[in-house]
């Protein structure tokens, strides 16, 4: 039997490199090599970073960059759809059309809350990345926290702006066990809390990012391209705006206001322009540090190509920046622009509405521009130019505006940014914006006059209202001066305070500026929401969108009776797996309906 | 006499031997036989073992001498012919006379046939699981390329479909049906080449859109290397490859070498391929005429097509001011410029051979095979060595080694479908401007300026037209190419550990190590003569990427077989341990802007600029035990069991191990004593049961935890992201199945005859692409365990065993056809809900329903009625001034004339009128409600589609889809007849598929006239004024009609019978032959896939349906027809 104990040996050989193998447990547990493991993350202050800029760069994502600019501006009397061209996105002109159904993609929502759950990502983790990694402080940190606070809480404003009750979590999602049908928060609720968060984390905020020796570092484009101290106070001031809590709103205003003016003193005091320099500036913008043409040349407009194309202007707070030259480095081009306003080759599907273009050619009754700036006012060049027959949306498809104003009739000549290569900044706040909504703040604090008042209590009321009035006034007629294509301004090219001074004919005056100024950039419809909102009718939106071309009248009367209507309705897809979600009543879902049904 | 010589020659050495009674150090002798002496005769020194340990040659006298180790070996004479001795070392001269071995009688060898798969090496009659299978003598001499050609209609419950007809594709398989609804899990049966699992990597690729990879695998065997091909169909069979196996299991067994004379065949197979042609398309001019009227009807505009607006129709000359005209006069046949006949030619060598140590079988195949479509060229070199070598009775080591390379050159368009669409009246070569003859360059359509666009008012080919390359110039310039290298080298160790027969307990121990390489390259330009576009809109595209693949497996397999002392009982177990490894990498590298004109400089990184660049990394790795046994009571009472447990790397900690268990038996009625007087005309009679599980993991690593990655930059600043929900419980899929099978066997195997009923049912079904509420920042997560569904069928085959025998003629037959049902027993609501599509109410649109206790495939549209004779305004006008009642009756006497007219009907069919007496137009999807859904239509007219308004609420809309029938077959399976008479052999293969539904897409583009794609004949027979009958509705452009909607226009019946295959085989008398030195030539011609019997009007009738959706045509190359010449010879 010595061959068979031999054999056994070789069993128990066998079995022992068998169970040799099986005995690593390890052999089953295997690492990623292109991506990292939450085990191995979040360890030092450059993760942080990463996943911040993470947040900006989805915000400059093709999806959530064409939602901004279609919830803020397709529905309004600024936009029309461009001929044929439109028929490459039925989607949105269905949204031109007013037939907004749940199946619409525009009403999706993920990049959004993809931003969201990024923020919420980092704040879950941060604070663990500072008890281990000793470079990060915790000024870094509460920094961190500021930022993406801002960023998060920017994102929910732009859904209760779309869509009024939107799910609503500071927890981020990591795990699939955790409960995602969350119902939708109220619109007050969901404004307070973003109050709430900001007024908590705006002193931990970034107030200067450190500049260039010689100012051509890309890090020169943080103070406008990150969130600071003063785009936290900007969105501050607007969610008060909002709120109806206009004594707030003026305080953050005048705050963005006044650190934008030491900034510009600053700046001032090393580049030490001349006297006649400072004393045409003053004349035209007063001590608000806009960005200004060269103002003793006839050329005007540039102004305009230095905030959007050139971007990091002294007078923008908080912008989306993008690669200057996209093409070449492979970074994001602004494509939602290029494919909505245009580009080289590329025909937009959006161009300036009929309306608009008739308001343009019209000498006298303007509704949008007034008639006092005759021809010349810049915008009419800068936003859509009526005049042109490759209608573009200058103002972000152009690299170089320049109005030759010599004549009495100025002429606008464009460089039209390529089809890949266009890298206009995405505002989201610049200081004319914060001057406006200051302006609005002022004009609703006044108090109106009516037929039941007595002569008595309307002088009271006169005198109460008159610095209100004139600080008004003078905060929209900067914004006004700045644009007009005029050399040397006299009293009877700018416009005159007598014209404006009553509430409502300042209110009317300071939307009106408002609305030719942010035109395009995916303001006026949450405007016009705002506007409902505070007013509790529709009247405004009624008007506005009766102004369209392709709405049918009779329709737009009913359908906007309903305050439901001025929001978006949730998307098919998302009420699907969110029972919890109420559908908006004013949209259909867009599915299975009946003749008899709705009869 | 000679034989008492040798006997007492013998003793007298034996006494020799026992007087020198001292250790023997070497042995010397004389061979001999018969003849004579014998010269290159064997002598070994042999162990206990049997192993050799020493050997010598005996000279030209027979003369040899040997040292001897150690005197307790055995001494060995053998040569090749005659009978070998073994004797004891017990003396040192042996002279011998070997008998020869073909002196002996005849003596009758019992030897069971035996399972050859992964498991036990089970007697043939024992196996208690459902399997099936062939051996490919069947197919020896068929014009196919790949195994799953030949198997289609062979095996019952095994559906195959071919994805298309160009080279290299693949085909869609399933087994019993699938046993998943989702895409990312891959629903094709296993496939296992001589126990070897092909391990390619295939993380982040949608499963079902990998078919081609996948079955690269089934391309990489010449079919001309496999001895058989099994399928194991039930749990039971499947137990032991657990998870792998969840969709079933083929197990191909190679041929390796036999014992004998070194033999070399040779093989050369000529293919000649054609494609079926589908439907018949217009020619330039009625092309143009279809056009104007397209563009004519939806605003009745006679401007809408003149030539200021479409100049490209109107048949203009060089006075026209419209520098292309020329181009535009054509009647060009597209489909006939981009097809040709194909050309295939297969070459294989084999040298097989081996003597009493070592076997081998070396192959060497070339194949070059030209498309049915110009340009498509594939050449294959294949090579697999297997080897056998017996070091001992005890050991047997074994290497095979397999190579392939493929080298692909595609075509970079679907040129087909380019050559259905494109407009006829476009010349293919750009025609002289003066003269208007051919010139040698292609003519590519050319783009408008913005300023021509404005002057024509918009540019109605912008969509279609101008983006359509011109196929033939494609063909020709573009360059696509993939090439693969597979190697797969194998070493294998038997060792007999105990007793070496049936008497002696046994234990054998298999080890193998096996590896897979797989390297791939794809190359890629596209000129910028193809395109006009500018230079700045990157031109000159190329492309350049590589991937390989390095899989690592080892087995280890203990086998014991005890022997009992009652024959009665037979036992055999099994232990396995496996373990898997693998890697992959593949990098890629995009550019545009080649200095190239021409295609000389074809590669991106020749000077042009770099668009993108990506690589990726990935391994996997798995470890497997199997235990399985099989017992059998006097050969008649079987039980089998096996469990097995899988480790993975997919799940987490908690659930990385899945068990898989099974049980099956077998009760062999026809052997139990009181059958015995059914035989011989019952042989067989055996029902077997069998119960097994087991499960499917998900196609992707890392679920179980939070990964983050790379994400864009935002100015400076490096950036990453989460990129995933963590799946924190997700379990392994498991599928319970049940299985009776019923095998009946009459006279002595002559006519086989199997039954199968099953019931499987998979629970915790993965579901890929589960959709989340996005409020959590994602829109899906991959994985989600959900849901319940089940197959039941039952399938049935016949083969036979030389059926008919007269004389020299022989038949066989074989018949299956199987069937089987699924349905969906348990679904979360959400996900039910998620996986029902929206009705959009655009044409073309299909519509997915999956409802709970309904199988899915089910096809949803609208009754067709026909084509609307009258327009809604004659009617209008006509009744104008009448009465309710005059209406009424004029209506009874417009419709008892056959008449049709676009107006609301009620349900006794009387017309609906509105407010003054006024008929109530048909209308699409209206709604009352001012939301401004659809104002465009203003309702159906004259010369549009009629559907049926079911519930005759005067408007069509979701309300009147109806169920218009499945995709599933209700029977599919073929047969086959084998004649055979002397030296000739005459064999045929049939299949079919019954009672399936397809949705003809192709046929629904090629009668739309929506757009300006190029039609089908059909639509001369459209609708062109009042009163013309006919199906096919009038050509509107645009979208402003609903002529195409999905209804049962469209929906057509799928059953098919398709002669797969008739061939006639001749081999002639080898003792022709001899005197040439060959021992066989055989000549063989075929016919592959001659016909189909069809009612289906599209091109064929083979048309895949993969999960939830229903089976649509989208006019894919069909599979080719093809004529086969063949000849082997053995030398």
Redesign the interface.
């Known amino acids: 039997m010595k ?2 104990k031999k ?1 056994y040996y ?2 128990i050989c ?1 079995i022992c ?2 169970c040799g ?2 005995s690593c447990a390890d ?13 191995d ?1 979040w360890n030092e202050k450059a ?1 942080v ?6 947040c ?3 915000l ?2 093709d999806g959530v960059r064409r939602r901004m600019m279609i919830w803020g501006e397709a529905r309004s009397e600024n936009v029309m759809a461009n ?2 061209a439109i ?1 490459g996105d039925v989607d949105l002109h269905n949204i031109l ?3 907004i159904t749940a ?1 619409n993609k525009y009403t ?3 990049g959004f ?6 923020c919420n ?1 980092v704040l879950k983790y941060a604070p663990e990345v500072a008890a281990k990694d000793p470079a990060y402080t915790t000024g870094d940190l509460n920094a961190t926290i500021a930022e993406v606070t801002a960023l998060r809480s920017l994102c929910y404003f732009y859904l209760i702006r779309a869509f009024r009750d ?2 609503f ?1 500071r927890e981020a ?6 409960t ?3 119902p939708a928060t109220p619109f007050g609720t969901v404004l307070d809390y973003l109050i709430e968060d900001l007024e908590a984390v705006q002193d931990g905020a970034v107030k200067r990012y450190p500049e260039s020796e010689n100012g051509s570092s ?2 020169d ?2 103070q406008t ?2 969130i600071t101290q003063d785009a936290i106070h900007a969105m501050l001031c607007e969610l008060y705006l909002w709120k109806g809590d206009y004594d707030n709103c003026i305080r953050y205003a005048d705050l963005v206001i006044k650190s934008k003016q030491d900034m510009e003193e600053e700046k001032e005091q090393r580049r030490r322009s001349s006297a006649e320099t400072k004393a045409l500036v003053k004349l035209r913008l007063g001590d608000y540090p806009l960005v200004y043409d060269n103002l003793t040349s006839t050329t005007f407009g540039e102004a305009y190509s230095e905030i959007f194309a050139t971007g990091s202007s002294k007078e923008t707070v908080f912008e989306l ?1 993008y ?1 200057k030259s996209p093409s070449q480095s492979g ?2 081009a602004n494509s939602a622009v290029v494919s909505l306003y245009g580009g080289s ?1 590329r025909t937009p599907l959006l161009v300036g509405s009929k309306y608009l273009k008739e308001d343009i050619e019209a000498t006298s009754q303007r509704t949008v521009y007034e008639d006092a700036n005759k021809k010349l006012d810049a915008r009419m060049y800068t936003n859509c130019d009526a005049t042109s ?2 209608p573009r949306i200058r103002k972000m498809a152009s690299s170089r505006i320049s109005i030759n104003a010599s004549t009495s009739s100025p002429k606008a000549d464009y460089n039209t940014y ?1 089809d890949n290569n266009n890298s206009s900044s995405w505002i989201f706040y610049r200081l004319p914006d914060i001057m406006l909504m200051k302006a609005e703040a002022l004009c609703e604090k006044m108090r109106s006059t009516n037929e039941e008042t007595t002569a008595e209590e309307d002088s009271i009321i006169a005198a109460y209202n008159k610095p209100l009035l004139e600080k008004a006034f003078e905060l929209a007629n900067v914004v006004n001066k700045r644009s007009i294509c005029k050399k040397d301004l006299t009293g009877a090219d700018t416009l005159q305070f007598a014209n404006y001074a009553s509430k409502d004919l300042m209110t009317k005056f300071v939307k009106r500026e408002r609305q030719r100024e942010l035109m395009y950039e995916g303001k006026r419809w949450f405007d016009l929401v705002r506007y409902s909102l505070r007013a509790g009718n529709t009247d405004e939106v009624i008007e506005a969108v009766g102004h369209r071309e392709d ?2 009248k ?2 737009v009367q ?2 906007f009776k309903k305050m439901d209507a001025i929001f978006w309705p949730y998307n ?3 009420m ?3 029972r919890n979600l109420v559908p908006n009543p004013s949209f ?9 049904k ?2 | 006499m000679r034989r008492i010589k040798f006997i007492i020659m013998s003793m007298a050495l034996l006494f020799a031997m026992t007087a020198g009674a001292q250790t023997i150090t070497s042995v010397h002798g004389t061979l001999s036989d018969d003849m004579g002496p014998l010269m290159g005769a064997t002598v070994c020194e042999i162990d206990g073992n049997g192993r050799i340990i020493n050997s010598a040659i005996t000279d030209l006298n027979g003369n040899f001498t040997m040292k001897v180790k150690n005197p307790k070996d055995k001494i060995r004479f053998s040569y090749v012919g005659l009978k070998t001795q073994t004797l004891p070392i017990n003396k040192t001269t042996y002279n011998l006379t070997l008998s020869s071995a073909t002196q002996i009688k005849e003596v009758v060898v019992k030897s069971k046939k035996r399972a050859t798969g992964n498991g036990l090496p089970i007697p043939e009659r024992e196996i208690s699981s459902a399997t099936q299978t062939i051996s490919t003598k069947e197919f020896e001499g068929l014009g196919i390329t790949s195994i799953d050609e030949a198997l289609q209609g062979r095996i019952a419950g095994l559906d195959i479909i071919s994805n298309s007809g160009n080279l290299g594709s693949g085909s869609t398989m399933r087994l019993r049906g699938a046993s998943s609804l989702s895409s990312l899990t891959d629903s094709n049966p296993l496939i296992v080449v001589d126990g070897n699992i092909r391990e390619v990597n295939l993380d982040g690729f949608d499963m079902a859109g990998a078919n081609d990879e996948k079955f690269a695998e089934l391309l990489n065997i010449n079919p001309e290397d496999i001895a058989s091909i099994t399928v194991l169909k039930d749990a039971a069979a499947t137990a032991v490859y657990g998870s792998q196996g969840g969709n079933g299991v083929i197990e191909l067994t190679t041929k390796r070498g036999v014992r004998g004379k070194p033999k070399v065949t040779y093989s050369l197979k000529l293919t000649g391929t054609y494609q079926p042609e589908g439907y018949d398309l217009l020619s330039g001019d009625d092309y143009t005429m279809m056009l104007k009227e397209a563009y004519f009807n939806p605003r009745q505009d006679d401007n809408a097509s003149d030539k200021e607006r479409i100049p490209e129709i109107n048949y203009l000359d060089d006075t026209d001011n419209f520098t292309e005209w020329r181009q535009y006069r054509d009647n060009t046949d597209w489909r006939d410029a981009v097809t040709q006949w194909g050309l295939r030619q297969n070459h294989y060598v084999t040298i097989s051979g081996g003597g009493e140590k070592a076997n081998f079988r070396i192959g060497a195949g070339y194949d070059h095979e030209k498309g049915t479509m110009i340009e498509q060229v594939l050449n294959r070199f294949s090579t697999r060595v297997n080897l056998d070598y017996t070091v001992s009775e005890r050991i047997r080591v074994s290497t095979n080694f397999s190579l392939t390379y493929t080298k692909n050159d595609q075509n970079s368009d679907d040129l087909l479908s380019i050559a259905l669409k494109k407009m006829p009246n476009l010349s293919i070569y750009e025609k002289d401007p003066v003269t208007g003859e051919n010139t040698d360059s292609y003519y590519t359509v050319l783009q408008l300026t913005e300023a021509e666009k404005a002057a024509r008012g918009g540019d109605v080919f912008a969509g279609d037209q101008r983006n359509y390359v011109n196929p033939v110039a494609s063909a020709y310039l573009a360059k696509k190419q993939h090439r693969s290298y597979d190697m797969n080298p194998e070493l294998i160790i038997n060792y007999n550990l105990l007793g070496l027969d049936e008497d002696h307990w046994q234990l054998s121990w298999r080890g193998s190590v096996y590896m897979n390489i797989a390297n791939h390259y794809n190359d890629s330009f596209y000129p910028q003569e193809l395109v006009s576009k500018k230079w700045e809109d990157k031109v000159n595209l190329s492309g350049a990427s590589s991937s390989k693949s390095v899989s690592f497996n080892t087995k280890h397999t203990l086998t014991l077989t005890p022997a009992f002392t009652n024959k009665d009982h037979s036992l055999m177990m099994m232990g396995r341990f496996e373990l898997t490894s693998g890697n992959s990498s593949s990098q890629s590298t995009d550019g545009y802007g080649l200095p190239s004109s021409g295609g000389v400089i074809v590669s991106p990184s020749a000077g042009g600029l770099i668009s993108g660049m990506s690589s990726g990394y990935s391994q996997w790795r798995s470890m497997y035990y199997t235990f399985s046994m099989h017992y059998a009571f006097k050969g008649r009472y079987v039980i089998d069991a096996t469990l097995r447990a899988d480790g993975t790397t997919k799940f987490g900690p908690d659930s990385r191990w899945g068990y898989f268990p099974s049980v099956s038996a077998k009760w062999i009625i026809s052997d139990e004593p009181w059958m015995q007087w059914a035989k011989p005309t019952l042989s067989m009679l055996a029902i077997r049961p069998s119960w097994g599980r087991v499960g499917n993991q998900p196609s992707q690593n890392y679920l179980y935890t939070s990964k983050y990655g790379s994400t864009t930059r935002y100015i400076d600043m490096a950036a990453m992201k989460p990129l995933n929900i963590r799946l924190s419980d997700l379990k392994w899929q498991r599928v319970t199945s049940y299985n009776l099978g019923l095998d009946i066997h009459f006279f002595d195997e002559k006519l086989n005859l199997t039954i199968e009923g099953y019931q499987s049912t998979t629970t915790d079904m993965l579901m890929g692409g589960f959709r989340i509420p996005s409020n959590t920042g994602f829109t899906t997560v991959p994985y989600h365990n959900n849901g319940k569904m089940r197959n039941t069928g039952w399938e049935f085959h016949i083969n036979t065993n030389q059926l008919v025998k007269a004389g020299k003629f022989t038949m066989d037959m074989n018949v299956n056809f199987g069937n089987n049902r699924n349905e969906i027993l348990e679904m979360d609501p959400y996900i039910l809900e998620n996986k029902n599509s929206v009705y959009g109410y655009a044409n073309g649109e299909t519509l997915t329903r999956v409802q709970l206790h309904n199988p899915f495939g089910a096809i949803y549209g609208f009754k067709y009625l026909g084509v609307y004779q009258y327009n809604y305004n004659t009617v209008k006008n006509a009744v104008e001034g009448m009465t309710k009642d005059e209406i009424y009756a004029w209506w009874r006497e417009f419709t008892a004339q056959g008449k049709t007219a676009p107006v609301a009907v009620n349900a006794d069919g009387d017309i609906v009128l509105e407010g003054n007496n006024v008929p109530k137009r048909m209308m699409y999807d209206y709604r009352s409600d001012d939301t401004g859904h659809d104002g465009s239509f203003p309702g159906f007219n004259g010369g549009d589609a009629i559907y049926a308004d079911l519930n005759n609420d005067g408007q069509i809309n979701a309300l009147d889809i109806t169920y218009l029938g499945s995709s599933l077959p209700k029977l599919t399976g073929g047969f086959g007849f084998t004649f055979s008479y002397g030296a000739w052999r005459l064999s045929t293969q049939f299949t079919y598929r019954v009672g399936n539904k397809i949705i003809n897409k192709a046929r629904l583009s090629a009668e739309a006239m929506t757009g300006n794609d190029n039609q089908s004949q059909a639509v001369n027979y459209r609708w062109r004024q009042e009163g013309d009958v006919t199906v096919i509705p009038r050509a509107m452009n645009g979208n402003t009609n609903f002529n195409t909607l999905i209804s049962d226009r469209f929906v057509e019946d799928g059953s098919y019978l398709r002669m797969s295959y008739a061939q006639l085989n001749y081999s002639i008398n080898k003792k022709h032959l001899t005197w040439i030195g060959l021992n066989r030539i055989s000549f063989y011609g075929s016919v592959n896939n001659p016909f189909v019997l069809t009612k289906y009007s599209g091109v064929d009738p083979d048309i895949a349906f993969g999960g939830e959706s229903p089976a649509i045509d989208w006019a894919q190359t069909p599979r080719s027809r093809s004529f086969t010449l063949g000849v082997t010879v053995d030398f």
């Open positions: 061959i068979m054999n070789h069993i066998a490199v068998i193998f099986s052999f089953l547990e295997i690492k990623p090599q292109s991506e990292i493991i939450l085990e993350f993760d970073d990463n996943v911040v800029a993470g900006y760069s989805l400059q994502d001929g044929v028929n059309k007013e037939n199946m999706t929502w993920n809350y993809d931003v969201i759950n990024r990502t939107v799910p979590s999602f990591t795990d699939d066990n955790q995602m049908d969350l890309d890090k484009r943080y391209g990150r920046s690669d970074l994001p080759t027959d490759a390529a709405v049918n009779g329709f009913n359908f098919i897809d998302e699907k797996v969110n259909s879902s867009g599915e299975n309906s009946s003749y008899e709705t009869n």
